[in-house]
């Protein structure tokens, strides 16, 4: 196992939650672009926030629905990856993954990610 999400759970409408990601093995979140995605029942996965690699400024990225609510970090140190939400929203709750890949940008998405981590589930009561 290279990527490894935790911390999904139950949460109502306006709160927060912090979801985790590890990396082990030959990702380095530092090395790395990571994101990111979650995926809705039925749905294709989107891409929600990414951070560039180290060498490239680590610059991050998020996508319109998330922008101002969601914020993406990592920890270099401790190889993890996070994703801190706030006031989520019932149309937030989706299975959410992380990936490591190469891209970071307006090119992200499904097939720019060379690694993923397993589903962590998400819901947001309303």
């Known amino acids: 196992v290279q990527l490894q999400a935790s911390g999904g759970g139950l949460v109502q409408a306006g709160g927060s939650l912090s979801l985790a990601c590890a990396a082990s093995?030959?990702?380095?979140?530092?090395?790395?672009?990571m994101a990111w995605f979650r995926q809705f029942p039925g749905k294709e996965r989107e891409w929600v926030a990414c951070i560039n690699n180290q060498g490239a400024g680590g610059a991050t990225l998020y996508a319109d629905s998330v922008e101002g609510r969601f914020t993406i970090s990592r920890d270099n140190a401790m190889n993890m990856l996070y994703l801190l939400m706030s006031s989520l929203k019932p149309e937030d709750s989706a299975v959410y993954y992380c990936a490591a890949g190469s891209v970071c940008g307006g090119l992200t998405g499904v097939s720019t990610m060379d690694y993923w981590g397993k589903g962590t589930q998400v819901t947001v009561s309303s």
């Open positions: 093995g030959i990702i380095t979140v530092r090395g790395y672009s």
